[in-house]
């Protein structure tokens, strides 16, 4: 199984310029979430996906941040335009979801996103 | 860049030792609860879980504990080796149907 596959890994832009982060999740899976990481916040949930319906987006920062996710196997999350403060790692993550059950999330590699 | 982050709480043991990290949860609604392992470089790779209906489970020697009273987890890891050495964050599910809420974090440093 080749896991949560994100590229790229690195991305490194000046600000105001457009960047576009990718995902795709473990082959089965029906929820995928993205999160970003800084040393200021730790982990924090961005939105999450079932389906390929956005559930809950209230942790996405503002309208410069967006996401998508057309299809089982694929979501983009985008951010325009780029500013310095949002240099993080953007971690991906997907799970296989049924009724209530609970199941863990698998999560990629991450992107480190450096904005100068 | 930024001048403060959040300070990680460490816990220093030697190869050998059995180790405990410790987590405070903040709400009592959650009912499930997980450890995930993080090393630097990579994504959090899960280690244990556990539902609120239950107060320990066990793995490949490590064990989660739960104390729903004072909303507190803790995974003990059992003879400790060097690549056990990561970051080690607890998360909570909340009142989202499949949110976690993850902790800030302990980094566990394991000498030889």
């Known amino acids: 199984d080749a896991g949560v596959i994100q590229s790229p890994r690195h991305e490194v832009t000046e600000m105001g310029q457009e960047v576009t982060l990718r995902c795709k999740p473990i082959?089965?899976?029906?929820?995928l979430f993205w999160y970003r990481q800084t040393m200021m916040r730790g982990l924090e949930l961005l939105i999450y996906?079932?389906?390929?319906?956005?559930?809950?987006d209230s942790g996405m920062p503002e309208d410069r941040f967006s996401a998508k996710m057309p299809n089982a196997s694929f979501s983009t999350l985008k951010i325009q335009p780029s500013e310095p403060r949002d240099s993080a790692v953007y971690f991906c993550?997907?799970?296989?979801?049924?009724?209530?059950?609970?199941?863990?999330?698998?999560f990629g590699p991450g992107t480190r996103l450096t904005v100068t | 860049g930024e001048s403060v982050g959040l300070h990680l709480p460490t816990l220093s043991v030697q190869e050998g030792d059995n180790s405990i990290i410790n987590c405070a949860y903040s709400?009592?609604?959650?009912?499930?609860f997980i450890w995930y392992k993080q090393e630097s470089g990579k994504g959090p790779q899960f280690i244990i879980d556990?539902?609120?209906?239950?107060d320990k489970r066990q793995g490949q020697r490590v064990t989660v504990l739960l104390n729903k009273t004072v909303k507190h987890l803790s995974l003990q890891i059992a003879a400790t080796q060097p690549g056990d050495s990561a970051v080690y964050f607890c998360?909570?599910?909340?009142?989202?149907?499949?949110?976690?809420?993850f902790g800030t974090g302990t980094r566990l440093l394991v000498s030889p």
């Open positions: 993550a997907s799970s296989l979801v049924s009724g209530t059950g609970i199941h863990e999330q698998y």
């Open positions: 082959s089965g899976h029906n929820s």
């Open positions: 996906f079932n389906n390929n319906v956005p559930i809950d």
């Open positions: 709400n009592s609604a959650s009912d499930y």
């Open positions: 556990i539902r609120s209906n239950m």
């Open positions: 998360a909570e599910r909340g009142t989202g149907f499949q949110k976690l809420v």
